[in-house]
């Protein structure tokens, strides 16, 4: 599913560049269910957004299923993203002016799916979260924690091959982030690819896989029986 | 320092209104240090925002130092804001297109210090929260959890009287995290009243006194050992 082979992106910044992931390797096969965890400015979101197709990277290969992701055109990126890629933004990016459901249900619009069906599948996975008395609120009439678990249902609603989750338990208390990641453990029954940025020890200690980054490198990878 | 008593905010919706704080009464004496802890959707951020004197209260009563808070004027709440209060946003409010430096010299501007004092004080605070190589990065050159450090810093700089945080260690890992609840201790020891909102038991543990929100009500006010 993903091959990252010598990855290197930096950052250009006036004075010097920041050089962010640094020759990493990885491998996941499809249905791989892991957490990657590291502390504050390791690069996990760079990490994540590069898989996400939302950034480029500077040497070295990444090869999604069996395409090789390299000089991709913005209009390719945008059609590989909405077709295999559900992802759960570190601070959210809802469109403001739209409501939870229609925040939920906007990536079935980009699949082409009619307005009634994307309606009823919006507020299945509102429900899902536990929001669906929330249905009809603009994301500034949300909590953190709401606006997290909105951010998290339009990740799911395409059932997309692979989900990528930065930090989607950040914004919760524990019940509400175990009632998500069971959630996530059961779309990863189903089929899809899970990786989860996580700080918090023990969301990772639910996962099979466990990747540690350390100044952009992958400092330890290693299989455990999740808890 | 503060003292709500019957206090009730209602938010209005087109179908219903939302009944968030109800019949509210608290207590807080200066110098303590207390966190708040709820599950998302209680009221946590919204009972932060009546404190920090960012949003209104619909019935009951607030008084903070020797003031009622009523019928404040904008003009009127910004000059307390800014004289009394350091607040963390749950969402950190940085301003865009200014530097970390910047950001966090913010609150020095309003209270009239020179500039080259401001910079000074500013990159002090940075230091404090590990940024000091990030000083002079826009937020969007910034990783959440540095953004989030940001607006500690931003908040703690004019050594205000009250410190208001909303979850001030979400975006973190459990080493900055550390820190971050070592700077409050130390600024709490310093003499500031520091109320954090956390959905974190190992955070709030370390506090004096745990004060549970259920359903925008106080369901218990304890003391305790700080672990
Ligand atoms: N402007 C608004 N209009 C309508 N409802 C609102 C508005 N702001 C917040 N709410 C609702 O009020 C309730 C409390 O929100 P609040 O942000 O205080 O929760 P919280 O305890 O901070 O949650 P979290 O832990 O998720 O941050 C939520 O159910 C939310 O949907
Ligand atoms: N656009 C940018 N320009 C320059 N530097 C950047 C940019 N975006 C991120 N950085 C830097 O790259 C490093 C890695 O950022 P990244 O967001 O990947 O960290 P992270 O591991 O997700 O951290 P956190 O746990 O705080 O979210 C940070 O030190 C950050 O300051
Ligand atoms: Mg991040
Ligand atoms: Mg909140």
């Known amino acids: 599913m993903i091959r990252l082979e010598k990855l290197n992106k930096s950052y250009p910044m006036a004075d010097a560049p920041v050089h962010v992931l640094r020759d990493l390797d990885l491998f996941v096969a499809e249905g791989e269910y892991a957490a990657i965890m590291g502390s504050s400015g390791s690069g996990k979101s760079t990490l994540l957004n590069v898989l996400g197709l939302l950034d480029r990277y500077d040497s070295g290969s990444y090869t999604l299923g069996d395409t090789l992701i390299r000089d991709v055109s913005e209009r390719e990126a945008a059609r590989l993203r909405n077709q295999y890629i559900g992802f759960v933004f570190q601070s959210f990016h809802l469109l403001p002016f739209k409501t939870a459901t229609e925040n939920v249900a906007l990536p079935l619009y980009y699949a082409g799916v009619p307005r009634r069906r994307r309606n009823e ?107």
């Not at 009809?136 to 678990?149: A, E, W």
């Not at 997309?160 to 998500?180: C, F, H, K, M, Y």
């Open 121 to 227: 599948l919006a507020l299945q996975m509102l429900e899902r979260v536990g929001l669906r008395e929330r249905a009809d609120h603009l994301p500034n009439q949300l909590s953190g924690g709401q606006k997290q678990r909105v951010a998290i249902a339009r990740a799911l609603v395409t059932k997309p091959r692979l989900v990528l989750a930065d930090e989607p338990t950040g914004a919760l208390d524990s019940q509400t982030s175990n009632d998500i990641m069971d959630l996530l453990a059961s779309v990863n029954a189903d089929g899809m690819t899970v990786l989860v940025v996580t700080h918090e020890h023990d969301v990772a200690a639910k996962m099979r896989r466990v990747i540690h980054l350390v100044d952009g490198r992958i400092a330890s990878d290693r299989i455990q029986v999740p808890s």
